[in-house]
């Protein structure tokens, strides 16, 4: 909850612990006396011990559980108008009578407030905070340190030596925007193991998509001055390269070189027609700015992020908090659009202006998000409320875009909790202190090719949804290839043996793709283990494989099983079975892959006569990877440094299965 102070507020301790304005004494008395955690926090106390200093408050309940995380800039004044204040929201109100401790940190400011605020927020999990746990990274465009930069799409922490634009916000932006830069600058964009490696130009050098650094076809100052010039259209700088397109389109003609010419004509032409394209364009000095808007509908929030950057409109990314918000308890959208400010900017750039909608209520609430994030980032930061002509249109846009995606959350939400109430009545489950998001399902699959690189998936559902990053691989081992009934035991043996000793929790359902093979080595590992039986599942396919055909098996408890169960295709809990399935195949087999992939790639070459790891690192750097080398003859290999003539010979017969060939 943010509250504005103002110069009349005064700290009347001697108030602060009474009754509200807006009720009698005996209604106060009365109401503090069937809430036992409200009498046992001695507000008085409290609040004449706080200093008047910038820093983070916490709310705890009677059983310790935190409440609330909030930051101010004078800690005394904020506290104490949750207890003054006669018209504070239904929400502020359960929560302020639910107070039994106080905890307080003292910062030097409040920018210093508003990080341990998110790391509180983050640690805590507060109830009556608004929480956006958004995981995901923002990608940004990569231009490298190499001699001849890379130009690569990257996500994650951001570092010196290379230089980064963006944030983007979703990776069909940059995709784009590497696409422009290949086809006005020709940046080349390949792994630098294969740039080093080439020998003659690719594809995409034939084609007129890169300049072909790789081979020689530009030198390093011509490729360099590229660079610059994508880095000024990627800064917003757009004019400034097409008038030097255009003065050397000119300079070219004027010596008869077309050819020259016609290339800059060409880059022109695009840079044109890219600026055209945009939906919007700046007018002014607004390279770089974020749009916030909030909707609200029933107890849902969105809140819709729109980038601009480099002077070009990049798109919006909606975000929305985690868990379920009551109506009547919604929070007022000032506080969702504050609360969304102090946690997303905390780790992620702070552009050059903020514009969002006006809210009601506090007068300087813009003042000081502006101070704040200023503080925040060292330069000033513009905070717009009142937008006009372009940056109107920007929040028009993206106001419209948070309606949107709120409308197809709450549609996919709908559908999303009829199957997973479906799926709770066909299993005859009751979920924990009835609610259904904490019904959580764990799945198993496993995958191999004939028996190599076995890996074993789970994955999980919760809160009505998959969670990816609670998602595990296991290697399985010392099994006999191809044995799927031991792979499966082993895996849930490792998966659960932690229940046992108490150190983790069993799930509500235990799903296993295969039939009554697979679901009877489930049932005996659980009776092994002591855990419950019911919750085993199992998925067997249908004929032909096909989605909708699935029967569900279940294990026999006390010599009894319950009766297979074929759901049909138009079920939407056999559809969410079958989206958890798929989803635990597609994470085994990629496993699987990707291991079979090094295992065949770096195995023969490890193994080697006569190549430690120095060779073997010198052998990867020369030819790019194991299938160029693999490729490459005896001659080729001997060209390597630190390899002989004889040593080529023995690397390409064990390649080669024998086939040695001599050197001439």
């Excluded at 009547?328 to 400010?341: D, N, R, S, T, Y």
Aim: hydrophobic residues 35%; proline residues 4%; glycine residues 8%.
């Amino acid at each position: 909850m943010r509250m504005t102070e103002t110069d009349e507020q005064k700290i009347e301790t001697a108030e602060a612990s009474g009754p509200a304005p807006d009720r009698t004494e005996d209604e106060a008395g009365e109401g503090l006396a069937n809430e036992p955690e409200v009498k046992a926090f001695d507000a008085k106390a409290e609040l004449r011990t706080l200093p008047n200093l910038p820093g983070c408050y916490r709310y705890f309940d009677a059983e310790g559980r935190c409440l609330y995380v909030g930051k101010a800039r004078d800690l005394k004044k904020r506290v104490s108008s949750y207890f003054q204040k006669s018209d504070l929201s239904p929400r502020i109100r359960i929560m302020v009578s639910q107070i039994a401790r106080l905890e307080t940190t003292v910062t030097r400011s409040e920018a210093e407030a508003l990080l341990l605020e998110n790391n509180l927020i983050k640690s805590l999990h507060p109830k009556y905070n608004i929480l956006f746990r958004d995981d995901k990274s923002y990608p940004y465009v990569k231009l490298g340190p190499e001699d001849f930069p890379r130009l690569s799409y990257y996500r994650g922490g951001v570092d010196r030596r290379s230089r980064f634009f963006g944030p983007y916000p979703n990776s069909g932006a940059v995709r784009d925007a590497i696409q422009i830069m290949q086809k006005v600058f020709g940046l080349r964009t390949c792994e630098n193991a294969v740039f080093q490696n080439r020998t003659r130009a690719c594809l995409l050098g034939q084609i007129g998509r890169c300049t072909a650094p790789c081979v020689g076809l530009i030198s390093r100052e011509d490729y360099a001055r590229d660079c610059e010039r994508a880095a000024a259209f990627l800064e917003g700088r757009t004019r400034e390269v097409v008038e030097e397109y255009e003065r050397q389109m000119w300079q070219a003609s004027e010596k008869w070189e077309f050819e020259r010419a016609a290339v800059f004509r060409d880059r022109i032409a695009a840079l044109t027609t890219l600026q055209q394209s945009q939906a919007i364009e700046t007018t002014g000095g607004d390279t770089n700015a974020d749009i916030v808007a909030v909707a609200v509908s029933g107890g849902t929030i969105c809140v819709n992020l729109a980038m601009v950057r480099g002077g070009r409109h990049l798109g919006d990314r909606p975000i929305f908090p985690k868990g379920v918000v009551r109506e009547q308890l919604m929070p007022e959208k000032g506080e969702i659009l504050e609360a969304f400010v102090a946690q997303h900017y905390c780790d992620q750039e702070i552009p050059t202006v903020l514009i969002t909608e006006p809210f009601e209520g506090e007068k300087d609430w813009a003042e000081r998000l502006s101070a704040l994030l200023s503080e925040r980032a060292g330069r000033r930061v513009s905070v717009v409320t009142e937008p006009r002509e372009t940056r109107r249109r920007w929040l028009e846009m993206c106001v419209q875009g948070a309606s949107i995606a709120l409308a197809r959350h709450i549609s996919e939400e709908g559908s999303r909790e009829a199957r997973l109430k479906d799926l709770l009545e066909v299993l005859e489950i009751e979920p924990k202190d009835g609610d259904p998001m904490k019904f959580r399902v764990e799945c198993f699959d496993i995958s191999h090719t004939a028996g190599e690189a076995t890996q074993a998936s789970c994955v999980v559902y919760l809160e009505g949804r998959m969670q990816s990053n609670l998602y595990r691989r296991f290697t399985i081992r010392d099994v006999t290839p191809g044995d799927d009934y031991a792979a499966m035991r082993q895996v849930l043996e490792r998966r659960y043996l932690p229940v046992t000793r108490g150190e983790a929790e069993l799930p509500d359902v235990v799903l296993v793709d295969g039939g009554r093979g697979q679901v009877e080595m489930a049932r005996q590992v659980f009776t092994e283990l002591g855990l419950d039986l019911s919750v085993i599942v199992g998925v067997a396919k249908g004929e032909g494989r096909k989605t909708g055909l699935e029967t569900l098996i279940f294990p026999k408890i006390d010599g009894v099983a319950r009766e297979p169960l074929v759901l049909g295709s138009l079920s939407k809990a056999l559809m969410l079975i079958a989206e958890i399935r798929d989803e635990a195949h597609r994470f085994a087999i990629t496993g699987m892959r990707a291991k079979r992939a090094k295992t065949r790639n770096t195995s023969r070459l490890e193994d080697l006569e006569g190549i430690g790891p120095k060779r073997r690192a010198k052998l990867l750097t020369h030819f790019g990877g194991m299938r160029q080398l693999k490729n490459a003859s005896a001659e080729d290999i001997a060209k390597c440094e630190g390899i002989s003539r004889s040593l080529a010979e023995r690397i390409y017969a064990q390649l080669h299965e024998g086939a040695a060939p001599k050197i001439e």
